[in-house]
Each structure stands twice: as structure tokens, then as C-alpha cells.
């Protein structure tokens, strides 16, 4: 990648700024804070921020886990069995479809104000994008080479662990980097609704700094909840670099 295509984004980053800024400074400071703003707040409040995004973070990765797990598992079952298949992709898909600010209210009488709620929250929010990266993959395997595997004499688990699985690697972890984010949305919204602020998570900060009109606060919180999406994609994108890279990459970069 040549210098002028390295720096374009951080250009077009400057202007966001710069834009965000001068919109800041045209309305009320009740309304909107300024980057500047913004920056003194998370200096500010640092230590809590620091915390806030360990608690929400864990929880956006041990959801991401979950729902990781629990996609391969049902991929796996759906691409087995044309039965199960047609049984339950419209109750996964249900679980797509409801808002998750709906469900997180129960997710509190069921399992208490706390971690839980938000790691689940998460999971909730993750889950179809690892499902369907791993339905459609599984399903992608190159025919002639599952017959190769089957005149062998593979088993089904031995064709699933030696083609399927590695032929799906792309098709997964492209619904790993969406769900990656939207993990810590989850964990957020389930931070909304269930925490009590011991430990403080970044979705407790947003609603105490939103009561007492603190913006800059409010702003800082989610920033540093982008910075943990973010952070998630590149480790996505790291993981992707190591295991197929070397022969799925996008050569035409």
C-alpha cells in the first residue's frame, strides 16, 4: 500500500474530527461534547473508563465465546442434517430478529443484576452471524473432495475436522469480524439494563453521566466502547492473517 493510500484515512479521520467539533461548538454543551471535551473527560475519568472497559470487555468476549461455540455446534448439526436443519433455522433466526433491549429485562430476573446479563446480552447479539459464516461454509466443501474423503472411508467427524472445517475458516471468520462488534453492543445494552455499577461497566457509565448531564463523560464512555469493537476486529483480522492468510488472502490489495 503506497503512503498517500496510508494516510487517506487518517485524513478523512482529521475532518471527522475537525466536523464533530465545529458542530460541538454550534450547539449547546448540554447537547454535544467536542472531541477536545471528550479527550479531557477520559483523561479525567480514566481509572473508571479503565475498569469500565475490563468489565464490559471480558463480557463481550466471553459472550463472543459462547456464541462462537454455540454457532460451530448448530452449523455443524445443520449441514448434517437437512431435518434439524429445517426444524430449527426459523427459532435461530427468531432469536436474530428480537431486539435484545427487549430480552435484557428477563435476562435480570432470570440471572440477577451483574456480569451475567451483559455477557449473555452479548452472546444473544452474536450469535446468527457466527451461525450463518458456519452454515454456509460447512455446506461450501468442494464435493469432489468430500467424495475423495468418502472413498477413503472418513468418518463424519474425520471429513468435519479434515475438510469441512478448514474449507469454512473464511466463510467463519467473516462472521467473527461482524460479531465481534456487535458483542460489545451487547454487553453494553445488557450493561444498560443490568448493572449495578459494581464493577462499573461503560454501559453504567453512559446512564450515570447521561443523569447528571455530564456529556463529555457520557461521549468518553463510548468511545472507548468503539475502541473495544475495534480492537476485536483486529484481533479478528489477526487471527484470519494467521490461519488463512497464506493461501485465502486478498491478493488483489
Excluded: C
Excluded at 456464541?67 to 430449527?88: H, K, N, Q, Y
Excluded at 468418502?150 to 467427524?157: E, F, K
Excluded at 483480522?237 to 492468510?245: D, F, N, P, S, Y
Aim: charged fraction near 10%; avoid cysteine.
Amino acid at each position: 500500500m503506497s503512503l498517500p493510500d496510508r494516510l487517506l484515512p487518517v485524513a478523512v479521520g482529521v475532518a471527522l474530527l475537525g466536523a464533530w467539533q465545529g458542530l460541538a461548538s454550534a450547539l449547546p454543551p448540554f447537547l454535544m461534547a467536542g472531541p477536545l471535551e471528550v479527550g479531557a473527560a477520559m483523561a479525567d475519568h480514566a481509572p473508571t473508563l479503565l475498569t469500565a472497559a475490563g468489565t464490559t470487555g471480558t463480557a463481550a468476549l466471553a459472550g463472543l465465546g459462547i456464541a462462537t461455540l454455540a454457532g460451530l455446534l448448530l452449523g455443524a448439526l445443520f449441514t448434517a442434517s437437512r431435518t434439524a436443519e429445517r426444524a430449527l433455522y426459523p427459532y435461530a433466526l427468531l432469536v436474530q430478529t428480537v431486539p435484545v433491549i427487549a430480552i435484557a429485562p428477563l435476562l435480570v430476573v432470570w440471572l440477577d443484576y451483574g456480569w451475567w446479563v451483559s455477557t449473555v446480552s452479548a452472546a444473544i447479539v452474536s450469535f446468527f452471524p457466527l451461525l450463518t459464516g458456519a452454515h454456509v461454509g460447512l455446506r461450501a466443501t468442494d464435493p469432489d473432495q468430500l467424495a475423495l474423503l468418502r472413498l477413503y472411508g472418513a468418518s463424519p467427524l474425520q471429513q468435519l475436522r479434515l475438510l469441512r472445517l478448514p474449507a469454512a475458516l473464511p466463510h467463519i471468520l467473516a462472521g467473527l469480524r461482524t460479531a465481534g462488534g456487535l458483542s460489545v453492543i451487547g454487553a453494553v445494552v445488557g450493561d444498560f439494563v443490568g448493572s449495578n455499577g459494581q464493577p462499573p461497566s461503560l454501559g453504567f457509565v453512559v446512564l450515570k453521566a447521561a443523569a447528571s448531564a455530564d456529556v463529555a463523560r457520557s461521549f468518553a464512555a463510548v468511545v472507548v466502547s468503539a475502541i473495544l469493537a475495534l480492537a476485536l476486529f483486529g484481533l479478528t483480522r489477526a487471527l484470519e492473517a494467521h490461519t488463512i492468510g497464506a493461501w485465502h488472502g486478498d491478493r488483489s490489495r
